[in-house]
């Protein structure tokens, strides 16, 4: 029972890298986000899809890209990575509706040198 | 615009007593309230949820919280504090199509 799976678990960048984050769910959720936490800001929203091929903005995007071409997939890119988005990255899932919890990945821990 | 704030961003406490997290939170519709639990270099697991069927929600782990609309509370609480409850809690309030507003976080640590 997997549930939500992150890969990798933990990357060192060094600063202009360009990289990607896997999130995999088995729920068969339609929704999915992608957060960072940083310390002593609990967690802040960086993109969001509510269906396959479809993709949204959060609090804070700027730096990031998303794709969700499968429906069990919600990828996170970092085109040219910068100091600023080192951060504890976490990918969660839900089926609709705003009662509805969401189920998060162990996370991806990524340093950017 | 929705917001959540959490008092206290340490709180300890001794084995065996009363744990009690604070979490305000602005709305200006009848919100959905989450308390999540986050264990150290794991992900955030689901305490309990508040979705208006009774102000007073019982969660895992002996963790309840009370739904309070006068006062824009939605504190945790537990009887007994137990070694395996130190770790970090979140409050949160739901916005449309599901999107999570986060308070700061409270690291809970328990004495023996």
């Known amino acids: 029972n997997a549930g939500v799976t992150q890969t990798p678990k933990f990357r060192v960048l060094k600063t202009g890298q360009s990289m990607t984050l896997l999130c995999a769910q088995d729920?068969?959720?339609?929704?999915m986000y992608w957060y960072r936490q940083d310390p002593g800001m609990g967690l802040r929203l960086i993109h969001y899809s509510v269906g396959e091929g479809t993709t949204a903005k959060g609090e804070v995007p700027d730096g990031y890209n998303v794709s969700r071409l499968k429906k069990q997939n919600f990828l996170l890119g970092l085109e040219s990575a910068a100091p600023s988005q080192t951060s504890v990255y976490f990918c969660?899932?839900?089926?609709?509706?705003?009662?509805?919890?969401?189920?998060f990945g162990d996370g991806t821990r990524l340093s950017i040198l | 615009a929705q917001s959540v704030t959490q008092l206290g961003s340490h709180v300890s406490v001794s084995e065996g007593a009363l744990v009690l997290l604070r979490c305000n939170y602005s709305?200006?519709?009848?919100?959905?309230l989450f308390w999540y639990v986050q264990y150290p270099n794991q992900g955030l697991q689901l305490l309990l949820k508040?979705?208006?069927?009774?102000?007073l929600v019982k969660g895992i782990n002996g963790f309840e919280a009370e739904f309070k609309k006068s006062e824009t509370s939605f504190h945790l609480t537990k009887p007994s504090a137990h070694m395996s409850d130190a770790a970090e809690y979140f409050c949160?309030?739901?916005?449309?199509?599901?999107?999570?507003?986060f308070g700061q976080g409270t690291e809970l640590s328990v004495k023996p």
């Open positions: 949160a309030v739901s916005r449309r199509r599901g999107k999570l507003i």
């Open positions: 709305s200006s519709v009848p919100p959905y």
């Open positions: 969660a899932s839900s089926q609709p509706g705003g009662d509805q919890p969401q189920h």
């Open positions: 729920m068969n959720h339609e929704y």
């Open positions: 508040y979705t208006s069927a009774a102000t």
